[in-house]
C-alpha cells in the first residue's frame, strides 16, 4: 500500500488524478488546472499538487488532457524530400536535430512527414484532422504546390524562405543568410587572386539555391569579374560531380564556388578524374561546414551554416506562436567563412 496525508491509496494500478486531489486536498479541478500549465491557481496549492504528483508518481493523461485542451502536444515536421535526400544530407539531419531538441524540451512530439504532390492532399487532410497543434516545414521547393494547400491548415514555420503565393508576406520562418554566404565564398576566392571563376549552383526551385548564386553575382560584380561558367546541382555528391562535369567540358576555371559541402565532395571526383589539382589548379570553396568538409583533402574551405541552431530557433519560433506570443516573423541567421586548405 501506498500512503499518503490519511490516504490508502492501491499500489497495483497508476495513481488518478482523484488520489493526487485528496493527498494535495485540493479539487480534483485544481489538479487538473495545475497539470494543463493554468495561472488561475494559487501557489500554494500549485506546491501541494507537485509533491502530490511526485509522492504517488502520478503521470497524466494525455489523451484526457488532449481532450480538454484541443491540443495534442504533437507537432508535424514536413520535408519534401524523397528517401535518398533525407537520409544523405547531412545538412537536413542537422536541423531535424535541432528541431527535435527543442520540441523535446517543450514537451511536444515530433510526427516526421515526407511529402511530395503526389500524397499532398493527404498530407493537407492530416494537417487539418486535429493530429497535430502545428507543423514546420523544412527543404521545401517552389514546385511543391501542396504547401499552399498546408498554409492555413495550422500554425506553420518554414525552414528556409518560403517562396509559395499563400505563405506571402506574412510566413513565419528562419533562415541563413545565403545571399551573404555565396558573397563571402566568391569573396574568398577573388582575394586569393582567382579570376576565372565558376559555380555549381544549387536547385533554382530552392531559396538557398537561388540565393547563394545572388551572393556569386554580387560578389563578382563589385570585384568587377565576369560571370564564369554556371552549372546547377541538386545538393547531392551525384549532382555536383555532374555538373562539375559539365563545367569542365567548357573549359577549365582556377576556380569554383559551390553551393553545398556535398556536392564538392562530387566536384573533387570530378576534378580528380580530369587531372586536376585542388587548389593548384582549381581552388574550391563550398558551403554548409558538414562534417565531411573537414575530412576531404585537401580539407575544404567552406561557408558555416549552424545547421543545428536553426533547427532550434525554427521550433521555438513555432512554441511561441502556440503558446500565444508574437514571435518576430523572420529571423536571419549569421553565416561566416571557414578557410581550410582547398582556396
Known sequence: MRRGVGVDLDASGPATIEQVAAVAGVSRSTVSRVVNGSSAVSESAREAVFAAIAQLDY?????????????????????????????????????????HSRLTEADYVMNMVLATDVAGGRTAQYLRGGNVDGAIVVSHHSRDAFVDAIADAVPLVFGGRPTHKRAGESAYFVDVDNVEGGRLATAHLVERGRRDIATIAGPPDMPAGMDRLVGYRQALADAGLAEGAVATGDFSEAGGYEAMR?????????????????????????????????PDDVAVVGFDDAPVAATLSPALTTVRQPSTRQGELIAQKLVELLGGSAPERITMIDVEIVPRASA
Request: zero cysteines; aromatic letters at 6%.
Open 246 to 278: 559539365t563545367i569542365l567540358s567548357a573549359g577549365t576555371p582556377d576556380a569554383v564556388f559551390v553551393a553545398s559541402d556535398l556536392m564538392a565532395v562530387g566536384a573533387y571526383r570530378a576534378l580528380a578524374e580530369a587531372g586536376l589539382t585542388v
Open 59 to 99: 503521470v497524466p493523461n494525455q489523451a484526457a488532457r488532449s481532450l480538454a485542451t484541443r491540443q495534442t502536444r504533437a507537432i508535424a515536421l514536413i520535408i519534401p524530400e524523397d528517401t535518398s535526400r533525407f537520409f544523405g544530407d547531412p545538412f537536413i539531419a542537422s536541423v531535424v536535430s535541432g528541431i
